[in-house]
C-alpha cells in the first residue's frame, strides 16, 4: 500500500461541520427539541452541552438530565426522527442558517490542488450530516463515505482513525496520522486532533476565540474560511511541519529550558502559514542541516519555518 503525505500522495482533511463549515441558524436546536419530544414522550426541559460532543452522547446526556431511562430502542427512535425531520426541514435551514463565508471555496481550492482527500470528521448523525453540507451546496468534494460520525464512537479522537481506515481501504493508500489534518472550530477538535497524532487547522468562527484555540493546543489558528489559500498552506505545510516541529522539539528539550527562556525578536522573524510574526528559538533541524525555528509562546510545536 502506498503511503500518504509523501510525494504526489496524498493528504486526508477532516472537515468539522458545525460552525466550521455551516450554520443551521436555530433550526438544528428545533430539530433536536422536536425528536426528543417525540422519541420520549416528554417535553425538553433541559439540553445537555452540545459544543464538540457527539449527537449520541448530547442525547444520552439529555435523557440523564431528565431523569428517563435510557435505552437502545429509545435512541434509535430519536436518531430516526432527527434525521427526517432534517429532510423535512432543509429549505426552512436554507433559509435562516447560512454556509459560513470561504467554506465552499476553500473546499474546491484544495481540490484543485490534487494532494488532498476530504471528508468530514463531526458528532453528527451521518445522514444529518449529509442533509446539512447538500442543503448548503458544501457536499461537492467531500467524500462522505470515508468521514467518520458521531455513531462511530462518543469519543471525537476516536473517529480519526475511524476515517483513517475508511480512507486506507477506500483509496488503498495508508493516511498516517501526520498526513491527518482536521479543520474545526472548538477545542473538542484540537484535542482530538492531538490525542489521535493528526494535525490541527483551528478556525475561529464559532464560539471559541482565537486564544482559546491556541490555549487548547492549536499550532494554526484562523480568524475564518475567508482567505482559502491560508487554508491550502496550513494543510500542505503541515506534514513538513508536523516532522520538523517534532525533531526540533527533541532537539530543544536536549539543549534545554535556557534555550526555552530566549524571549527576544529574531532580526529575521520567521512568520507562520497565516502570516503572522512569530516569536521564536532558532535551531537546526537534527541530522538535517535545516535551520528553523520553534514557537515559544505556549502555542505549540507545530507551525515552523525552514
Ligand atoms: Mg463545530
Redesign the pocket.
Known amino acids: 500500500m502506498r503511503e500518504a503525505g509523501r510525494m504526489g500522495a496524498q493528504t486526508l482533511v477532516l472537515w468539522?461541520?458545525?460552525?466550521?463549515l455551516m450554520e443551521t441558524g436555530g433550526v438544528g436546536f428545533e430539530l433536536f427539541r422536536t425528536a426528543f419530544e417525540q422519541a420520549s414522550g416528554q417535553q425538553l426541559i433541559q439540553a445537555a452541552d452540545v459544543t464538540?460532543r457527539t449527537e449520541p452522547a448530547i442525547f444520552r446526556g439529555t435523557v440523564e438530565l431528565q431523569n428517563i431511562p435510557y435505552s437502545p430502542a429509545l435512541y434509535d427512535r430519536y436518531a430516526a426522527l432527527l434525521s427526517a425531520g432534517y429532510v423535512a426541514c432543509a429549505g426552512e435551514m436554507a433559509q435562516r442558517g447560512r454556509a459560513l463565508p470561504g467554506a465552499a471555496e476553500t473546499i474546491a481550492a484544495l481540490t484543485q490542488t490534487g494532494k488532498v482527500v476530504q471528508s468530514v470528521l463531526t458528532g453528527n448523525l451521518r445522514p444529518v450530516a449529509e442533509t446539512k453540507l447538500q442543503t448548503f451546496g458544501l457536499d461537492a468534494g467531500l467524500d462522505l463515505d470515508v468521514g467518520a460520525y458521531g455513531t462511530d464512537d462518543d469519543v471525537r479522537a476516536n473517529l480519526v482513525p475511524v476515517a483513517r481506515r475508511r480512507a486506507a481501504e477506500k483509496y488503498q493508500m495508508d493516511f498516517p496520522a501526520r498526513a491527518t489534518v482536521l479543520i474545526?472550530?472548538?477545542p473538542s477538535?484540537v484535542q482530538a486532533a492531538l490525542d489521535s497524532g493528526a494535525r490541527i487547522i483551528a478556525v475561529a468562527s464559532?464560539k471559541s476565540t482565537s486564544d482559546e484555540l491556541r490555549r487548547a493546543g492549536a499550532a494554526v489558528v484562523l480568524p475564518s474560511l475567508h482567505d482559502a489559500q491560508a487554508v491550502v498552506r496550513a494543510v500542505l505545510n503541515s506534514e513538513l511541519s508536523s516532522s520538523l516541529s517534532w525533531v526540533m522539539k527533541t532537539q530543544v528539550d536536549a539543549v534545554g529550558p535556557a534555550v526555552l527562556g530566549i524571549d527576544e525578536l529574531l532580526a529575521d522573524q520567521p512568520r507562520d502559514v497565516t502570516g503572522a510574526a512569530m516569536r521564536a528559538v532558532p535551531g537546526q533541524v537534527a541530522g538535517s542541516g535545516l535551520q528553523g525555528w520553534r514557537r515559544h509562546d505556549g502555542a505549540g510545536f507545530g507551525t515552523m519555518c525552514a
Open positions: 468539522d461541520v458545525d460552525h466550521t464538540g474545526g472550530d472548538t477538535d464559532g
